[in-house]
């Protein structure tokens, strides 16, 4: 794509089924190839001809030729893909422009951050999945479900998969990924205070991650993010609990309990140190001022007490 080019002509680019039917088809035969070992070839004219509804070559080429530079790139053996034409692809095969079909609600494991019942009923209404406490009402977590999720799955399988979803998106924001987009994210360190939440739930500190690229948010208890750390993962794993098998909202009565901690323990600049505790031992985790782990080491939990 070049970079003259505005989003609304690019999108304009596709309102004509052909051209869809077109990126459709080129998806289509590139799996094909790949799936006979033929690894991603580009698509001759004539295949294409062959694939799409179209009156005439004509009309084909003419369609082609639009496409080609924003969705489609031309080479000496037919037409592949660009960046922008494999994503829009990808999204019209999956039909993510549906609605995600609605569910629950359905328990779930976890307690309430804010009365401590364990309470909490998983819905996606409105487009929107949310956990919320059915003995207070307060909502514990909300997160993004795509249509083809919803599809895929349903009931406590689809809890399932989401929680596998939301642990590696927030792998990757704590290593300054955006899982949206690709690009960076810039974070900032909140004390809970500030924040909405109620003085008496023992977060002390919320992180918030910005994608710079996208403007999408990541936003959670500093001792959260941490959590699917590949350090807080081996130590979990080897005390018989699988953390990217589990939703934030399972986290919070660590959070309520005391075991999970999150601490300022330098002011300038600003240093964190995030204790996760399990039986005798315990996992010190320590942050800089922008949220990234910079140590970890585990420890006996009674030298930290
Ligand atoms: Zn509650
Ligand atoms: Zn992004």
Redesign the pocket.
């Known amino acids: 794509m070049t970079t003259e080019q505005t989003a609304d002509a690019v999108f304009g680019l596709l309102s004509n089924e052909i051209r869809v039917d077109v990126l459709r088809a080129v998806a289509t035969a590139q799996n094909e190839a790949e799936q006979s070992g033929g690894g991603i070839a580009e698509l001759p004219f004539s295949e294409i001809y062959e694939r799409v509804d179209v009156d005439s070559t004509s009309k084909l080429s003419y369609h082609l030729t639009e496409l080609t530079g924003t969705f489609l790139r031309k080479g000496d053996e037919g037409y592949s893909f660009t960046h922008a034409g494999e994503r829009m692809a990808r999204f019209v095969l999956a039909e993510n422009y549906d609605r995600p079909a609605e569910f629950g609600p359905l328990e779930t494991d976890g307690t309430c951050l804010f009365c401590g019942e364990s309470a909490l009923e998983a819905t996606l209404h409105d487009q929107y999945f949310v956990v919320r406490c059915s003995a207070c009402g307060r909502p514990a977590t909300g997160y993004t479900v795509t249509p083809a999720q919803t599809r895929a799955h349903d009931g406590a399988e689809l809890l399932e998969a989401l929680k596998r979803k939301q642990a590696i998106e927030y792998e990757l924001v704590q290593r300054n990924v ?8 810039t974070t900032e360190v909140r004390a809970a205070s500030e924040t909405t939440l109620p003085d008496e739930v023992p977060i002390s500190f919320v992180t918030i991650d910005e ?6 948010i990541y936003s959670g208890p500093m001792t959260y993010s941490v959590a699917y750390h590949p350090a807080s993962v081996a130590f979990h794993w080897d005390r018989g609990v699988d953390i990217m098998q589990t939703g934030m909202w399972e986290f919070h009565d660590h959070v309520r309990d005391g075991r999970w901690t999150a601490e300022r323990i330098e002011t300038d600049p600003p240093e964190y140190r995030v204790v996760f505790r399990r039986s005798a031992a315990a996992l010190t985790v320590h942050l800089d001022d922008t949220a990234r782990v910079t140590r970890t080491e585990r420890v006996r939990s009674r030298t930290l007490d």
């Open positions: 955006c899982p949206e987009c690709g690009g960076s994210v994608c710079q690229h996208c403007l999408r």
